[in-house]
């Protein structure tokens, strides 16, 4: 009978959001789904700031907000995929970032399109089409989300190695000239800040509650009147735009095309996406986790590089982000009563 | 056996994981659909593999021949055996995306260990058993997760490689890849050139063909095997039947990791040197084999025998690609643009509307 009570209370707490309570207790769940990666966050600053204290200076950020800005906007363009349900983690978002970095650097370069607003709109419009095509095999298809995006996955992995066999060719000079990362308010964190204002104007939406409902039970969801088609094809379309900025900060980061990036970046992502306690099962999560997620992942990142592994250090990297998406799953179960969220069809 | 095989038929084919009471079970009916289903897929997969060796045939020079005929049928025996734990996996409607990293990882373990004073077979055991203690975590790890065990497995797979990497490259300068001499013996079993008393067929072709009738045979005709599809299509009347979801859970991820290890150890016989990446394309080849051969990915329906055809249909296409000169990338797209329809014709979810 759980999912009758999540309708009954979705329509008050949208109508009546000035009720005090019905406030407070949103703002309780939504800040124990932040407590984990916020506690980490800090735990692993102060690690940083023993071990690493250059990362905070000027260069040190701007850098850092250089490195980290592809796998943030990566996690954010697969939190309302996620979201929306039926363990919908797009497994396709490495090679779809990968795809436009590639085609940036070859298809438009070589067209003579350079122009910052015909770059932009190229890969936004790349992004929103991938994930329009995938969010449709999904549903009219029916094939559930994993299968469709792990063919996408494969489907435009090996496409990159075809447009560019190996990593090469040159972004355009603007894109490249952000990978200097020099002052701090550059144009990366303006990337980051506009890609938030747009999730947080998002989340304002009816769309928004609607899709946190179809994500904990499409059933319900459906039965309320809730058009759950349209709601889970605007989520991938969502999503698409974040790929298109990620993919942007991507090539300014590199400065050139690498269609082999796929494999990490998705895993990143994932594990980024878990740790920000978004729920693989949907309903719940949002960019503020993710940011978070992908921020801890970074930090993971630097403290490990800090030490001296030497030969072995890119295998550490790889052993800890595997151990990292293990204990936060097993971590996301904690938050969850057994039995209501587990029956989730893979 | 008869009574059995009633009892556990209808449910297998109910694909919706709800309350029973609300899809009252129309056991008739339900078989022939199940027993439809499987013909469909039998006949979708022959008749698409015997087009492709039609093709080749007509359009690629020595297609086939008995070389190629030979390279075909020893690279499907290592994608057949390592397929044979993702199918039980999928049976029980998960999947295991441990397999690529756990066969790369007993790829260069058993390279390190040739190089040890340790007697190869004991290595071989060792790593085996390492295969399964590494399935038996996924299992345990993922089991309240259900639909996300699979992300868990991945996870489970990056330590796990991450953790080989670092163990063989210790006081070595060539990280990634290992270097040792493998025992004749061993590299026969596996290598293109290999011999069965004097015949001109690697072994481990033959290791395939006694482990799909085993397969088969178990599967249909013991209780665990039935259990399989039991749990695999309705979790609630399975545990009604007082079948454990946690042992058969365990007991598949526990064959996947085997498997994966074993096929990782034949891998090293094949190429004769120890490389961390080999077992890279089995991660979405073993989730193709599994949906091209008309496993339903939702659990439940499927099997072993149609996984052989999915394999078989793989390799086969993989080898007219090459003789139509692609490249691994482009062949790893068409892969994907293959499995979509696919997984369409065999395990389309049902409509919202017709949930409620």
Known sequence: MSSSRVAVDAAPARRDGSGAVAK????????????????????????????????????????????????????????????????????????????????????LVSAGIEHPGLVFVYAMLAGVLWQLMVGAAIVFVRVSPIIVTLAGFMILQGLNLVILPRPGGLAPDWLSDWGYGTTLFGPVLAVLVGAFLFWYAFTRTALFTHLKLMGSDERTAFACGVDVTRVRLLAHLIGGVFIGLAAICQTALIGSGDPTQGNQLTLQAITALVLGGTALSGGRGGALGSVLGATAMYLIFVVLSSFNFGAISGFMTQMSYGLILVAALLLSLLGTRPGRDARVAA | MS????????????????????????????????ASHDVKAVLIGGSLLALLIGIGAWQVEGFASANNVRSILLLASFLGLVALGQTAVALVGTLDLSIPFVIGAANILLAWLFATSLPPVLAILLVASLGTLVGLINGVLGFRLQGQSLIVTLGVGFAVVGGAQIFTSLGSEFSGTVFSEVPDWFSNIAAINGTTFGLPIPP?????????????????????????????????????????????????????????????????????????????????????????????????SGGYGATVIGVLVLQVLTSLLVGFGLGFAAQQAVFGLLILPMVALYARAPSVRSQI
């Open chain 2, 3 to 34: 009574a059995n095989s009633g009892a556990v038929a209808p449910v297998a084919s109910s694909q919706v994981p709800s309350d029973p009471a609300a899809h009252p079970v129309r056991p008739a009916r339900r078989g022939r659909l199940r």
């Open chain 1, 24 to 107: 407070l207790r949103r703002l309780r769940t939504e800040y124990a789904r932040l407590g984990v990666p916020l506690a980490l966050v800090v735990a692993l600053l102060a690690i940083a700031a023993w071990r690493v204290p250059q990362l905070f200076t000027v260069v040190g950020l701007a850098g850092a907000i250089l490195v980290a800005a592809p796998l943030m906007l990566a996690t954010m363009a697969i939190t309302p995929i996620a979201m929306a349900g039926r363990g919908g983690v797009d497994l396709s978002i490495g090679p779809a970032v990968g795809f436009i970095n590639v085609t940036i650097v070859t298809w």
């Open chain 2, 204 to 300: 481990v072709i033959l290791i395939w063909a006694i482990v799909t009738a085993g397969t088969v045979f178990l599967v249909s005709r013991t209780r665990r095997g039935r259990e399989l599809y039991a749990i695999g299509g309705n979790r609630t009347a399975a545990a009604r039947l007082s079948i454990s979801e946690w042992q058969t859970w365990l007991g598949v991820h526990a064959l996947s990791g085997t498997m994966a290890a074993l096929t990782g150890m034949l891998l090293l016989g094949f190429s004769g040197g120890g490389f961390v990446g080999v077992g890279d394309p089995y991660l979405f080849t073993t989730v193709a084999a599994v949906v091209i051969g008309g496993t339903s990915l939702l659990g439940g």
